[in-house]
């Protein structure tokens, strides 16, 4: 069963950062070969698109996160990641992180990490 958990959340001053964490399970996955997005939801709010990474480790970014935020593969952890920099408070939300591992327009969910930025 295919599984996503998120890590590396908290509590951060604003302009500070944080690095979180994506791993897919089982761990027949390979990481570095499925393309994964990384996203966000404050309470009663839709869930809001952030990062993107492609099979080819293309790249694609929400307005609110270009300049400060970076995506990538951590080949040696198999995870992939969210690095964000610069953040502000209306960065806090719940991230999760999201894949369809199998290439079959069937996408799957973690449960979501909290990022608290404090001003």
């Known amino acids: 069963q295919v599984q996503l958990a998120e890590s590396g959340g908290g509590l951060v001053q604003a302009g500070g950062s944080v690095t979180l964490s994506c791993v897919v399970s089982?761990?027949?996955?390979?990481?570095?070969?499925?393309?994964v997005s990384w996203y966000r939801q404050v309470p009663e709010k839709q869930r809001e698109f952030v990062a993107f990474?492609?099979?080819?480790?293309?790249?694609k970014y929400a307005d609110s996160a270009k300049g400060r935020f970076t995506i990538f593969r951590d080949n040696a952890r198999k995870t992939v990641n969210l690095q964000m920099n610069s953040l502000k408070p209306e960065d806090t939300a719940v991230y999760y992180c999201?894949?369809?591992?199998?290439?079959?327009?069937?996408?799957?969910w973690g449960q979501g990490t909290q990022v608290t930025v404090a001003s």
């Open positions: 999201n894949s369809d591992p199998y290439g079959l327009q069937c996408y799957y």
């Open positions: 089982p761990s027949t996955f390979n990481a570095n070969a499925i393309a």
């Open positions: 990474i492609g099979v080819d480790s293309n790249t």
